[in-house]
């Protein structure tokens, strides 16, 4: 009884993090920018990535690999979205610019700012 219910935790995990992976994805093919085709990458591809870790955590009947699979999903909650701030950073300060519908540039007042 419990292996089987184990089996459809593992599954449904599994299947959301296909899901927010797939999400990821066309986020990155359709998003107009780079910092929005990175937000898509980072957010859900996190919790894409993540989703399926903790699955096979509750798939696992060894110890040592579910204690691997909980410390990835913790590195990569830690890593993934600090890179993402720290790439688009960068990227601003490369000169790549936001999208022209863009609404608010806050990196662009920030330096305005900054500057006065």
């Given amino acids: 009884m419990i292996a089987e219910l184990q089996n459809y935790v593992a599954g449904i995990l599994l299947i959301v993090g296909a899901a927010f992976a797939l999400v990821a994805t066309i986020g990155i093919v359709r998003l107009p920018d780079i910092y929005s085709?990175?937000?898509a990458a980072s957010k859900a591809g996190t919790v894409g990535s993540g989703a399926m870790l903790i699955a096979l955590a509750v798939f696992s009947d060894d110890p040592a690999t579910t204690l691997r699979a909980i410390?990835?999903?913790a590195f990569l909650m830690l890593t993934a979205p600090v890179s993402a701030h720290?790439?688009?950073k960068a990227?601003?300060?490369?000169?790549?610019?936001?999208?022209?519908?863009?609404v608010v540039d806050d990196m662009a007042a920030a330096a305005k700012s900054k500057n006065q």
């Fill in 71 to 73: 410390a990835a999903v």
């Fill in 37 to 39: 085709r990175m937000h």
């Fill in 86 to 88: 720290l790439l688009a």
């Fill in 91 to 102: 990227a601003y300060s490369a000169g790549y610019r936001l999208w022209e519908h863009s």
